[in-house]
């Protein structure tokens, strides 16, 4: 008896048995066996229980009593045993032979094992190696050895105390395995075996394999070397067994013969041109293994696997039997290990795979692969796994959905072909990639899985589409679409990137839930491209992907929730449309493109408030709607654009903003500011910079300009009162204009703090009082029309430079003494050095300038002066105390309209310290 014997698995291999030796169940009443209650049954009938009918029938018949004793791989092992020991002088014992002499002893299978076969070392099944199975037990003996227990247990002494107690391994396993701690878990502890070998020959074989697995070769050719033929009749039996054919010609089929249970084929050909294998006559084929441009004809049965591994190029056939695939739900699992040619340079070249019939595909890649898969319009489900990387096209309208989720390699996936029928697609872990075209469902569901994950939509032809994504990190619209395109994000999570690719038509992004968005262009976008950007705070424009493509966008970019863009232009790539993004406070440029970047017309940046700009060529913001006037602090840093900046900023209507502009370094800038602001600061760079500065208010204004003969011009608002000029020019001869005399009150124009320029004109109010001071270059200083009025006094200071000093003049002379006042005062004049003028008037000469003696006020010299005042002199000079006077004549007689105060000059002038005012 067998105290562990179990009654539900030996009435299914009884049941399995019947079936086989009793078909039609004669045995059974003439009803073919389907249950095991039927078994069961016939047992009670017969006066059996089921341990009784093993212990009388089974165990004869080859049957077991539990799982773990499997008799014909048991006869497989004590076969392998006997040859090794040589028995009787045979090394050729087989499993029937060992067989043969058990039972000439009396004895089943079963038996020998319990009496004889454990204690020789020979495990009951390929699941229970005896020896693997004590080791576990000595392991977990060790363990859980207390203080002063053996903790030392081998697995020679496990065996021993085993057999001791009148146990097999097998009666230990069944009775303790996993009950403890101490004892080993119950699971599989295989035994490491080698398949039995049978060499097909020329003639006709039989093959009657056992339970245990067979490898079974054999070749096909000319009838010489032939081994596979249509006559051979190849049962596998039990196990997993396996055919191996060099297959040097094509296989029709087996004709007289056949092929069962063998599970596994492996068919290898080293022929240039393809060869064929027939499934005709075969049956219970799980796994055909095709290595070498082998194709399959004829399959007997679908739900099976089918691997192509290192197959190049051509293509590949799978052709199941009409029969075979007539159900609804068909199912093939294609492996592909390196299939195809993949070049990253040249690109893919891709193995043809055509099967039929199966509507429910799986592709387990391995390695790299490229194929092209064409199932007849039959394929509805589509499965990936594996992880290898896998370049896909599949050309059936019939699929309806797609599931990579188990794949961990990189997948290129092209459903083009689709039609609306397409609802549902996942993809895997790796960065893979989904092309859909014109006839797919718009609103599929597409979830991009983990990695970094693309999708290309082809040939849309405008309207308004709402897509259904998530996990998806970059949205490729690839269609030169020439209709107005709409795409709604309302669904769409995870999208991080949008790319146009030669976009002909307009293209809207709205209801994207991205605070964050990158948006790139690749190779040729139209003008008539315009992009509209909604709901997106934080924009990244990128155009060009520097592939060898030239790739450029020239429509324009709106963006009206943007407050942060940035624009990243690739080598030889270019944009030359607008950017409207009137809420932007910030935009940073990287352009590795020598080509010059021109801002179009409609450009808006009208609140824009930082801009850092890197660039290869030029960078120009001139002649654009707007940049600035709604921002009240700007900074600019241009320092890395390599070509000439030019930038125009507009003005900022309320007044006191601050503008902060750092040039390009290497190039030339032109920069123009517009009214409002009353902070400037800029740098140039070491070409020519111009700078010009355009209604100015009270500003402090800060110019470092650096090399280049630089051209400054600034003028003053009609509000300006004070205006401060410093800095350093470079001393590169730069020339200066401040032109105050739009201003309706008197100003102050201050030059005193800007160093390293050659020449300035600076230019007052008229009839104000003004006060001008130049700085170290030759200042040209020009006070506007005089008055004889104490209150409107212009004061004019040159500073360190050899100076010219413009007096205006009162717009009708003055011949009264009393009412003539001091119109302008000179704090610095340097007889001999600087240059006195008058407006409208000419130089000095002995015949138009006369000196008069020291007068004790001014008045006294006004007198002296006005005397000598004719047609002919026009310049009266004198001292009064350390001062000197000048009187300008009208040209009449005893009539003067200006008096200039020379403040420090005690010696008075001579005729050629007066000058010509040009």
Not at 824 to 851: K, M, P, R, W, Y
Request: aromatic share 6%; glycine share 10%; hydrophobic share 40%.
């Amino acid at each position: 008896m067998v105290s562990y014997f179990n009654e539900s698995f030996y009435l299914k291999e009884k049941l399995a048995q019947l079936k086989v030796v009793d078909p039609n169940g004669d045995l059974n009443g003439g009803k073919p066996w389907a249950t095991t209650s039927e078994v069961q049954a016939a047992f009670t009938a017969n006066g059996l229980t089921a341990e009784q009918h093993f212990e009388q029938y089974g165990q004869y018949e080859g049957l077991s009593p539990v799982a773990e004793f499997v008799a014909d791989e048991y006869l497989a092992m004590k076969a392998a045993q006997l040859n090794s020991i040589k028995q009787d002088g045979k090394s050729d014992w087989t499993a029937d032979s060992a067989l043969a002499a058990i039972q000439g002893a009396g004895l089943s299978a079963w038996s020998h094992y319990v009496q004889y076969g454990d204690k020789e070392g020979i495990s009951p099944s390929y699941a229970l190696d005896g020896d693997k199975y004590c080791q576990a037990k000595a392991d977990a003996m060790n363990a859980a050895a207390g203080e002063g227990e053996k903790s030392d247990w081998t697995a020679a002494e496990i065996k021993t105390a085993i057999n001791d107690a009148n146990m097999s391994v097998l009666d230990h396993f069944e009775t303790y395995a996993g009950t403890a701690a101490n004892e080993a878990d119950k699971a599989d502890y295989p035994v490491d075996h080698k398949p039995f070998q049978f060499d097909l020959t020329t003639d006709v074989d039989t093959v009657a394999g056992t339970a245990a697995d067979e490898i079974i070769n054999g070749a096909t050719g000319t009838s010489r070397v032939a081994t596979l033929n249509d006559g051979d009749m190849i049962d596998g039996g039990a196990g997993t067994d396996t055919l191996n054919v060099d297959m040097a010609k094509n296989f029709t089929g087996f004709k007289d013969g056949y092929m069962k249970n063998v599970e596994i084929v492996n068919l290898d050909s080293s022929a240039s041109s393809a060869v064929s294998f027939s499934g005709k006559g075969s049956e219970g084929v799980q796994t055909y293994n095709l290595s070498g441009v082998v194709n399959l004809q004829d399959l007997s049965a679908a739900d099976i696997t089918v691997n192509l591994a290192d197959r190049a190029k051509g293509a590949a056939i799978i052709k199941f039997a009409d029969e075979a695939v007539k159900g609804k739900a068909d199912t093939l699992t294609l492996g592909l290990d390196n299939v195809g040619t993949v070049d990253a340079d040249k690109g893919d070249t891709p193995v043809t795979v055509t099967i039929n019939g199966i509507e429910e595909l799986t592709v387990n890649a391995a390695g790299e692969n490229a194929v092209t898969l064409n199932g007849g319009n039959a394929v509805k489900a589509l499965t990936v796994t594996g992880d290898g990387d896998l370049n896909a096209a599949l050309a059936d309208t019939s699929l309806e959905s797609v599931d990579a989720s188990a794949a961990t390699g990189d997948l290129s996936v092209d459903l083009t072909a689709a039609n609306s029928k397409l609802a549902s697609v996942i993809l895997g872990s790796g960065n893979d990639t989904l092309t859909l075209g014109i006839n797919a469902a718009i609103d599929c569901s597409i979830n991009g899985g983990a990695g970094d994950d693309e999708v290309v939509l082809q040939g849309l032809d405008g309207g308004v589409k709402e897509l259904q994504m998530g996990n998806v990190e970059t949205l490729t619209i690839d269609s030169n679409n020439t209709a107005a395109l709409t795409l709604s994000g309302a669904k769409t999570t995870g999208l991080q990137t949008v790319k146009l690719d030669a976009a002909g038509a307009a293209v809207t992004l709205a209801d994207f839930q991205n605070s964050a968005l990158n948006l790139q262009f690749v190779d040729t976008n139209a003008a008539a491209a315009d992009v509209i950007v909604a709901d997106v705070a934080n924009l990244n424009l990128i155009v060009g992907d520097d592939d060898d493509t030239v790739d450029s966008m020239a429509g324009d970019i709106t963006a009206a929730d943007a407050t942060s863009i940035a624009l990243n232009i690739a080598d030889n790539a270019s944009f030359s449309g607008a950017l409207v993004a009137d809420q932007a406070t910030s935009l940073t440029l990287d352009s590795a493109s020598s080509v010059a970047l021109t801002f179009a017309a409609a450009t808006d940046l009208s609140s824009i408030e930082n801009m850092v700009l890197k660039s290869n060529g030029a960078v120009s913001f001139t002649g654009v709607a707007h940049l600035g006037g709604n921002s009240d602090s700007i900074a600019v840093d241009a320092a890395a654009v390599k070509g000439t900046f030019l930038a125009e900023f507009d003005a900022y209507a309320k007044g006191g903003a601050s503008l902060e502009v750092v040039g390009s370094h290497l190039a030339g800038n032109t920069i123009t500011v517009n009214g409002g602001y009353d902070d400037i600061d800029v740098t140039g760079g070491i070409q020519v910079d111009t700078i010009t500065l355009k209604d100015v208010d009270d500003a402090d204004i800060r110019l470092n300009t650096g090399l280049g003969k630089d051209v400054v011009s600034i003028t003053a608002a009609a509000k300006a009162e004070d205006i401060s000029v410093s800095g350093n020019l470079g001393n590169n001869g730069e020339d200066v204009t401040v032109d105050g005399s739009a201003a309706t009150s008197g100003i102050k124009i201050d030059l005193s703090g800007l160093e390293g320029y050659a020449t300035s004109t600076i230019t007052g109010v008229g009839s104000k009082a003004d006060t001008l001071i130049g700085g170290v270059g030759a200042d040209k200083i020009i006070a506007g029309v005089a008055s004889f009025d104490a209150a409107l006094v212009d004061t004019l200071t040159g500073g360190a430079g050899d100076d010219t000093f413009v007096a205006g003049k009162t717009a009708a002379g003055e011949t009264t003494d009393n009412k003539i006042t001091v119109t302008t005062v000179i704090t610095d004049f340097a007889s001999s050095e600087d240059g006195l003028a008058f407006t409208g008037g000419a130089a000095g000469s002995d015949a138009n300038f006369v000196s008069v003696a020291t007068q004790v006020d001014v008045a006294a010299f006004v007198t002296a002066a006005l005397a000598k005042l004719s047609t002919t002199v026009l310049y009266v000079a004198g001292t009064v105390g350390k001062d000197t006077y000048v009187l300008h004549g009208t040209g009449t007689a005893n009539t003067a309209d200006a008096l200039v105060h020379l403040q420090g000059v005690e010696n008075g002038i001579e005729y050629n310290d007066i000058v010509d005012p040009a």
